[in-house]
């Protein structure tokens, strides 16, 4: 038994540490894409590959969370940004991050001034405040979409005009970015605390003849590489003023010089792990999250 001197949050994190194992639950927190609610379903192979979840719940985000179990460890998994940020963590385990560090960079626009005021603007494609700014072509981006939607390049300032005025980009802000041509495009997938990455999978993408823009449904071969140390330190550059902890997976482009040109970092799982094929590795990922998992009300 741990002295009563110690603080509570403190003798809370230390017990839990000293503790045995226990089986655990997980709570895979809302839904998303038929692929995504397939990967994570309670009987998915995924489980197997980790060998430590006895029991997997999948409750929509406006679901309020069961009470604890005892004899059990309760872990929390959300899936999206707005499960993250609806996510009670008044109680259970889980690794998320701040509500701060969400909509920092889920939002495009947010994170491209982030990354400006924290000195990795050079790390990002450049960033043009206004049409007559823009070096072309160039990148139109919604601040709030994902999967590759709401982007387009531009090529004139009339396409530029032209997409102001249709479906996605009507009515809503862009971001405005230099284009930074690439045929192979990386994405890492990474589970972190503190703003250190924990563990990682990198997969490079290499994009079909014509395409520009990765997108969900684009063609592309994809093969599992290992990052230089040099693009992991250029991720964590990102992450550390944010204290950022929880999955992530960045996409970005190397260079012609070799360096670091973040496209986004999305804070939470990635797409590409949902595909059947990489199974061990969303397996290896999530085997990091319930091992560094700690009690959310904790802080």
Request: glycine share 8%.
């Amino acid at each position: 038994m741990l002295p009563d001197v110690l603080p509570r949050a403190t003798r809370t994190v230390l017990n839990y540490l000293t503790s045995s194992p226990r089986p655990v639950r997980l709570i895979v927190y809302g839904r998303h894409s038929a692929d995504w609610n397939t990967a994570l379903a309670p009987d998915a192979p995924v489980w197997n590959v980790i060998g430590q979840v006895g029991e997997v719940m999948v409750l929509p985000h406006e679901a309020p969370l069961p009470p604890s179990r005892s004899g059990w460890r309760t872990l929390i998994l959300p899936l999206m940004e707005p499960h993250i940020l609806a996510c009670a963590r008044d109680r259970h385990e889980g690794l998320m991050p701040s509500h701060h560090a969400v909509r920092t960079l889920a939002d495009k626009a947010l994170f491209a001034y982030y990354a400006e005021s924290h000195g990795l603007g050079r790390l990002c494609p450049p960033r043009f405040a206004s049409t007559s700014e823009a070096a072309l072509p160039c990148v139109v981006k919604r601040h709030d979409l994902n999967g590759g939607c709401g982007v387009e390049i531009a090529e004139s300032i009339e396409g530029l005009a032209e997409l102001s005025g249709i479906e996605p980009w009507k009515g809503h802000p862009v971001l405005l970015q230099g284009y930074e041509p690439s045929p192979a495009q990386y994405v890492t997938h990474a589970v972190c605390r503190s703003g250190r990455i924990l563990s990682q999978v990198t997969y490079r993408q290499t994009l079909a003849d014509g395409a520009r823009i990765r997108r969900w449904n684009t063609a592309l071969v994809q093969e599992r590489v290992s990052p230089a140390a040099a693009w992991l330190d250029g991720i964590e550059r990102f992450l550390r003023p944010l204290s950022y902890s929880g999955p992530c997976c960045v996409d970005y482009i190397a260079r012609a010089d070799g360096s670091l040109c973040v496209f986004e970092i999305n804070p939470r799982l990635g797409g590409s792990l949902m595909m059947p094929e990489n199974v061990g590795d969303l397996g290896a990922l999530l085997r990091t999250l319930l091992r560094f998992a700690r009690p959310l009300a904790t802080g």
